[in-house]
């Protein structure tokens, strides 16, 4: 059988786009339905329904102390920034908050309440993702412990953590060396969990245990990218699709381990100046704010949607809208697709 990715790719007249006035969406769910939920910097999720019509629910928790920041660079260290996102086996939302630095559950209406905020008696670090699986185990991943992430984008610093959370078992620390966790995912028989290792420049996975335990790291496809990772998700062939973010662009990695650029928003001019900075230590906000493409600018996930599951949504940190287009094969179902709520 012949992979269905085999020969594509996508130019920028290939997207089309909905939602209007969002805040860095960086993380998107979809529903059967076709009903969308987006990360959203305002403190909560913009729900986006299949007529296009949206509202923005926001947390109704103390996540005003938090505080807000108009500063471009400041923004992105500062105050309430729902992340990564993942139904709770109910339908509410889990959420991780990457300025606050805790994991949230929300209902559809907008109660909030964190669920942790420190593991072994210690701050929990950078939160950054968060993924449910059939067994209704959390994942969580945690990018680095320094609070100013930028400064974390170095090839000498690998702090980030994955963590597990059980019902009536509590969180625990199942892996302390990824270089930058981002988003994580489990294939199909959720025999390994995949993570970015996004200042790894490339993807880890790890063999999940009976218990919840993980085993060694291992590399999956490429070693180096050359640029930075974000987001990934499995497609029902077995590719698992990434994004590059700041260098933006679509990615995926067969399963026999090769990479396809399926859309690279980028000059090669960018990609030497960031990895130049990379290569040398420099790497910091104000940098990093001169990178980044047109379509999804940060391009940060990527989410399989639609009623075959074959509309792929792309989210960003910098952009307002979802940009979205058709892939030639449907998605992995995640866990909460056929779940009635």
């Known amino acids: 059988m012949s992979n269905p990715i085999d020969g594509f790719t996508l130019q920028k007249e290939d997207f089309k786009f909905i939602g209007t006035d969002l805040q860095r969406p960086e993380c998107i769910l979809a529903e059967k339905d076709g009903t969308l939920w987006s990360a959203d910097a305002r403190g909560g999720v913009v729900k986006i329904s299949p007529d296009g019509s949206q509202e923005i629910i926001t947390q109704s928790h103390d996540s005003e102390a938090f505080g807000s920041s108009d500063n471009d660079a400041n923004k992105f260290v500062e105050g309430t920034l729902p992340n990564g996102l993942a139904f709770a086996d109910n339908g509410d939302i889990l959420i991780s908050n990457f300025g606050t630095d805790c994991l949230e559950r929300m209902t559809r209406s907008g109660e909030t309440k964190v669920m942790f905020d420190s593991v072994d008696g210690d701050p929990i670090g950078k939160v950054n993702f968060v993924c449910r699986d059939s067994k209704n185990r959390i994942w969580i991943t945690i990018s680095t412990m320094v609070h100013d992430w930028p400064s974390a984008i170095r090839k000498d610093l690998i702090d980030g953590r994955i963590l597990l959370y059980e019902e009536g078992k509590g969180v625990r620390i199942v892996a302390d060396d990824v270089h930058f966790s981002n988003e994580c995912k489990l294939d199909a028989n959720e025999e390994y969990l995949y993570v970015v290792q996004t200042c790894g ?68 001019e960018e990609v030497k100046k960031l990895d130049d900075a990379f290569q040398s230590g420099t790497v910091n906000a104000d940098l990093i704010l001169t990178c980044g493409g047109e379509i999804a600018t940060w391009c940060a996930s990527v989410t399989f949607g639609g009623p075959d599951l074959k509309t792929v949504y792309v989210g960003s940190l910098r952009s307002t809208n979802l940009p979205y287009f058709t892939a030639p094969v449907a998605g992995l179902p995640m866990v909460h697709w056929n779940e009635s709520h």
């Open 201 to 268: 420049r490339n993807i880890a996975r790890y063999k999940i245990g009976s218990d919840g335990s993980l085993g060694s790291k291992e590399i999956f496809g490429p070693s180096d990218h050359g640029r930075f990772i974000d987001g990934c998700a499995f497609d029902s062939y077995g590719n698992l699709w990434g994004t590059h973010v700041m260098n933006d662009g679509l990615f995926a990695i067969t399963p026999e381990g090769d990479l396809r650029v399926i859309f690279d928003d980028s000059s090669p």
